[in-house]
């Protein structure tokens, strides 16, 4: 059911526009800028994904760099601001688990995961974007527009994929794959 611009499946509500925008990721032009916006706050995040990282964090610190390695050492990745965690960037800008590669910011957790070291891939907010989940009384999926995404746009028109389905692994990871197939009958794939 379609309202507003809001489509509901199973109690969550997902804006159309995860539908209709075409969007992909095209490292080699933005050079991992969602990892490096400039802004007060980190990654969104939540105790439970704190915790695991806490626990995997002497692998994932074995991809990072002195500087990211002495800032999570002696001020921790996280932080807790109006009652929500956040990670932790470096001078309001990259986060504290960048490392970079041929130029392009990545993910040391992620690395991690992908080299087999850890079972967590990364927070749920970084694998989503660019969908943000915002709760009013449930879930609202919304796509957040960065200038810096303007690569990834024109690659999604190339590709011809949605950010429905770009975020398909992280859209089946956070809600299953059943809330996934009843979202993709909305786009027709």
Not at 33 to 59: H, K, Q, R, W, Y
Request: proline content about 2%; overall charge negative.
């Amino acid at each position: 059911m379609l309202i507003n611009n809001l489509l509901s499946i199973e109690e969550v509500l997902v804006r159309d526009e995860i539908l209709n925008t075409r969007f992909a990721c095209d490292l080699e032009k933005c050079k991992g800028a969602c990892c490096t916006i400039d802004s007060e706050f980190g990654a969104p995040t939540n105790f439970e994904e704190v915790m695991i990282i806490e626990s995997f964090l002497d692998e994932i610190l074995n991809y990072l760099d002195d500087v990211n390695k002495e800032a999570i050492c002696n001020n921790g990745f996280y932080e807790i601001k109006f009652d929500e965690y956040f990670l932790k960037s470096i001078d309001n800008k990259q986060c504290v688990f960048v490392y970079y590669e041929n130029g392009v910011a990545r993910c040391a957790i992620e690395r991690a995961y992908l080299d087999n070291k850890i079972n967590f891939r990364k927070p749920i907010s970084c694998h989503l974007f660019p969908i943000r989940v915002s709760n009013f009384g449930g879930d609202i999926l919304r796509y957040e527009k960065f200038k810096e995404c303007e690569p990834a746009l024109e690659n999604g028109k190339l590709k011809d994929l949605t950010i429905a389905q770009f975020c398909k692994d992280a859209l089946i990871r956070l809600y299953g794959e059943n809330w996934y197939l009843k979202l993709s009958e909305k786009f027709n794939r």
